[in-house]
């Protein structure tokens, strides 16, 4: 059973371009959360998403980022028109359902966004 | 909101030590409490997880203790080796009486470096 698998590893952007990164959580899970690591800080709550639904996306900043989980494929975290401040790593993590908080989530490996 | 805050930020110790980590949150209505190692440029990897209705957890040498009345956890390494050497980071779920368990609050860790 392969663990979160996250991709591009590592991903460079220049300034107004799009940056797209993919999440697929591990097998029989059907929850997606992405998170934001900036430098020299912790890590911060995105988006929460479930297979066609976005559940929490209190954490994502109003504009130029979005989030889905399609009902086939990965997850995609979607950044447009970067700018310097998005250069961090971004991960995702999943866990099978959400129903008692009695199950732990997985993280992937994460993608390192820089923007140059 | 929860808070979560690891102390200390850092720690150099030798190898063969014992150790303790310490993580403290404000909200102690929690479900859960996570401790993950991150090793630098890598993913996040699940340590050990406490139920709110457990005490401790051990996995091999790892020991983590979980007193919600005060609001404190401690990850005990014993016998630290070099390969130990690392950022601890604990997470409890963001939404103390909520069900989306995989969103977290993370403290800002405790790096550790193991010297031979």
């Known amino acids: 059973n392969a663990g979160v698998m996250q991709n591009p590893r590592h991903l460079v952007r220049r300034r107004g371009q799009e940056a797209r990164l993919r999440c697929s959580p591990m097998k029989g899970h059907s929850h997606v959360y992405w998170y934001r690591q900036l430098p020299e800080e912790g890590l911060k709550f995105m988006v929460y998403l479930q297979k066609e639904n976005i559940i929490d996306e209190s954490g994502m900043p109003k504009e130029r980022f979005s989030a889905e989980f399609p009902k086939e494929g990965p997850s995609i975290l979607r950044i447009q028109q970067v700018v310097r401040g998005d250069s961090a790593a971004y991960f995702c993590a999943s866990s099978p359902f959400s129903g008692t908080g009695r199950t732990e989530a997985f993280f992937g490996q994460g993608t390192r966004l820089t923007v140059v | 909101k929860q808070e979560v805050t690891q102390i200390p930020a850092a720690l150099s110790v030798p190898e063969g030590e014992n150790l303790v980590l310490n993580c403290s949150f404000t909200?102690?209505?929690?479900?859960?409490l996570q401790w993950f190692r991150q090793d630098p440029g890598k993913g996040l990897t699940s340590l050990l997880l406490i139920q709110s209705s457990q005490r401790e957890q051990t996995s091999g040498r790892l020991n983590a203790s979980l007193d919600k009345s005060s609001g404190r956890s401690t990850l005990y390494i014993a016998a630290s080796q070099p390969g130990d050497s690392a950022t601890y980071l604990c997470?409890?779920?963001?939404?103390?009486?909520?069900?989306?368990?995989?969103?977290?609050?993370f403290g800002q860790g405790t790096i550790l470096t193991v010297h031979p």
């Open positions: 997470a409890v779920p963001l939404n103390a009486g909520g069900t989306s368990y995989g969103k977290l609050t």
């Open positions: 909200d102690s209505a929690i479900y859960n």
